[in-house]
Each structure stands twice: as structure tokens, then as C-alpha cells.
């Protein structure tokens, strides 16, 4: 629907029928929006050079820029899913397994996120359709509305009712893109680890126990060929992860900065005429919006770094189970598989600048510590201007998380 992924037999039940075409009108509507992409992104640039350098200003170029990026990234996904998607058949023909609760899993997960997604996506259109009817209160309505959700786009074209709704669209579609990138992580995540344990509930069944040299060979191929899916898919959609772990880093960041100088109220740059006027909320539009988004955000960035991280977790059980291999039946073959699961790094990566682990939370809040103080500090040192701290304008008129 949103134009990423553009592969050609998605729904079939064959991995034969997955094939990549870049003749396809799926790549055809791919390119299509990532040109829409680009003209948002090349305008909040123009709008960036025509006014005072600032968090504020960056913001939406960092927004757009990186749905451009993830739109690129997925296309090379793309290229790369046919293969991927084949190679995971013959691994399941070879170690064939079947799970209803891995399914009803992703399906459970996509449900919540893009359901808080999209309560999280109206409030934030609530909140600045409160504010346009503040500042624009001679000009209808929906002209009102865009003009204050997109000023990089109205400050310098000519309103019409079409481009708001296509500038709205590209604004929809940047703000899915977001959300997919972190769902299809923990969804690819999940079938992962799915795979790891499998291995690992046959192994829980013999520690301790007597076996033959044949079990414990068999039971090293499989965890080799599951160590070697981990790879080829961590090939495939490190970019994603990388990308997807970079946006969430900065709009925490950034909301939390925003928290911690001006407060939660919400208050926007035409809050003085919000008094006293009759609104949805009583004016508390923008403070609910932020409280949901700053939120789900922290709870969505959470969740992909602690699923992710399960892959590297479940590659360490076998470990255990062979050290209590008993003697009699301690053979070559354990050997062999204690020395490839102490000697292999199996974990999901972002570009294999990082690896995702449970100890990655810890320092991806450090960092974020460190870059809030270093911001105060900057702050400091630079001359007060004002500001508009409404969120639908600073953080999600740009990000609409």
C-alpha cells in the first residue's frame, strides 16, 4: 500500500512464485513516491537556508531524508527477498517445523503497533488543527490546517486543495514507513529466534543425557543452519536496522530535549488566543499528543531492541546443555558444536556497525544521556529566541512518530 517491499508474489504460498522485476508497477509506484519523497525533503531544505539554523528546522529534513533512505533501503531488500525467501524453503525442508503461535505473534504485533501508530498519527493532526484554527482563524479551515502542518511546502508554493492532499499523503506515507521499518524488525526477528529455539527444544531434551555421536551431528547442522539464516537475513535488512535504531535515537532525543527546556503544557506560538476559546480538548491537544507520542515511542524503540536482541540470546542456550554432555558419550561431534557456539557472534546488526544485544539498551540510554547534556550546554551558550514548543510543529509535523 506504501510502496516499500515491491516484490511480485508476496502472497503465494510457493517460494517460486517470489520474484523481484524492476519493471513491475510495483516498482513503478515505488519510484513515484520516493520522488514525492524527495520534493518534501528538497523543500524543508529550501525552507532550512531561508531561515535561522535550529533543531527546529532540521528536524523535518532529517524526517523525510530518512524516509527517502529506507525507501531505497527496502528496494535493495527487494532485490535481495527471492533468494532469501528460497533459501529459507530449503531450509525448512530440511529441518521442517511449524508453529500457530509465531504467526498469531506478528500478526498480534502488527495489530498494536500500527493501531497506537495511527492514534498517535490523530492526535497529532487534532493538535494542529487546533493550533491552524488559533493562527489562521481568516482562512478556512483545511488551508488553514496545511499552511501551519506544512510551512515548507505553503510559505513558497501556491495553495491548492490537491497539493495539500498529496502533501498530506507523502506526510502518511513517511510517518507508515517509520513504523513499518521498527515492525518488520521484530517481525523478522521473531521468525528468527523462532527458528534458534527450535533447535534448542531438542537439545533441552537431551542435557544430561546419554546420546549417540549421530544426534549430537545432527543437532550441529541444524544450529549451523540456522546461524547461517541468521546471517544471510542480517545481510539483507541491516540497513533497515540501522536506519531504524538511528530515527529512534534522534526523535527521543529530540523529544526529550524538548521536554526537559520547555515543559509538557504544550503551549504553541498562537496559545495566547487558545484561551478561553472552546476547543476539543480545552487546549490540551498538543500536551496529550505529546505525552502518547514521547510514550510510544520509548515503549516502540524498547520493544524492537529487547525482540532483536532475543536472536543473539537464543544462540547462546546450546552452550549450557553441551557442558553437561556426560563423559561416556562426550564425543568429537559435541566438541565441534561447543567450539562453533563459543566461537560464533550470532546477532542481528545495524550495517555491522553494532550488534543488537540486551547490553545495547544500556548504551543506547547513555548516549542519550550524554546528548542531552551536551545539548543543555549548547542551548546555553546561544542567545534565547523564541520558540514554538507545540509538538505538532517541533517533533511530529516533522516525524508524526
Request: hydrophobic share 45%; net charge neutral.
Amino acid at each position: 500500500m506504501f510502496s516499500l517491499l515491491p516484490v511480485e508474489g508476496v502472497c503465494s504460498k510457493k517460494a517460486s512464485y517470489v520474484k523481484f522485476t524492476w519493471s513491475s508497477w510495483k516498482c513503478s509506484y515505488l519510484f513515484l513516491s520516493l520522488m514525492g519523497q524527495s520534493f518534501i525533503t528538497i523543500m524543508c531544505i529550501h525552507q532550512a537556508t531561508h531561515s535561522t539554523t535550529s533543531l527546529k528546522g532540521t528536524t523535518p529534513i532529517i524526517f523525510y531524508a530518512t524516509a527517502c533512505i529506507t525507501m531505497l533501503t527496502f528496494l535493495r531488500v527487494a532485490t535481495m527477498w527471492p533468494e532469501l525467501v528460497h533459501h529459507i524453503a530449503r531450509v525448512e525442508d530440511l529441518d521442517p517445523s511449524s508453529d500457530k503461535s509465531l504467526t498469531y505473534k506478528c500478526n498480534a504485533t502488527c495489530a498494536v503497533v500500527l493501531t497506537l501508530a495511527l492514534i498517535e498519527h490523530l492526535l497529532s493532526l487534532l493538535s494542529a488543527t487546533t493550533e491552524a484554527f488559533m493562527c489562521y482563524e481568516h482562512e478556512s479551515s483545511y488551508r488553514g490546517f496545511v499552511r501551519h502542518f506544512y510551512p515548507w511546502v505553503f510559505n513558497y508554493l501556491p495553495y491548492s486543495i490537491w497539493l495539500g492532499i498529496f502533501t498530506q499523503f507523502l506526510h502518511f506515507q513517511s510517518t507508515f514507513i517509520w513504523n513499518f521499518s521498527d515492525l518488520f524488525v521484530i517481525c523478522m526477528s521473531y521468525y528468527l529466534t523462532f527458528r534458534l529455539n527450535h533447535v534448542n527444544r531438542k537439545l533441552l531434551t537431551a542435557q544430561g543425557k546419554y546420546f549417540p555421536e549421530t544426534f549430537w551431528r545432527s543437532s550441529r547442522e541444524d544450529y549451523g543452519r540456522a546461524v547461517q539464516l541468521v546471517r544471510k537475513v542480517d545481510d539483507a535488512i541491516s540497513g533497515v536496522i540501522f536506519i531504524s535504531f538511528a530515527n529512534n535515537l534522534f526523535f527521543i532525543c529530540l523529544q526529550l530535549f524538548n521536554t526537559l527546556e520547555d515543559g509538557i503544557s504544550g503551549v504553541g506560538e498562537c496559545s495566547s488566543k487558545t484561551k478561553g476559546k472552546n476547543s476539543l480538548l480545552r487546549g490540551y491537544e498538543a500536551a496529550l499528543y505529546f505525552l502518547f507520542s514521547l510514550t510510544y515511542l520509548i515503549t516502540r524503540s524498547v520493544a524492537v531492541s529487547l525482540i532483536a536482541s532475543q536472536v543473539n540470546t537464543a544462540s547462546s542456550v546450546p552452550a549450557p546443555v553441551l557442558y553437561d554432555v556426560p563423559s561416556p558419550v562426550y564425543c568429537i561431534e559435541v566438541q565441534r558444536f561447543l567450539d562453533q557456539v563459543n566461537g560464533d557472534h550470532v546477532a542481528l546488526s545495524g550495517l555491522q556497525f553494532f550488534s543488537v544485544t540486551r547490553g545495547l539498551l544500556l548504551t543506547v540510554a547513555g548516549t542519550i544521556v550524554t546528548y542531552e547534556l551536551v545539548m543543555f550546554q549548547f542551548n546555553a551558550s546561544q542567545p534565547s529566541a523564541p520558540t514554538m514548543t507545540t509538538m505538532s510543529y517541533n517533533t511530529t509535523t516533522a516525524s508524526s512518530l
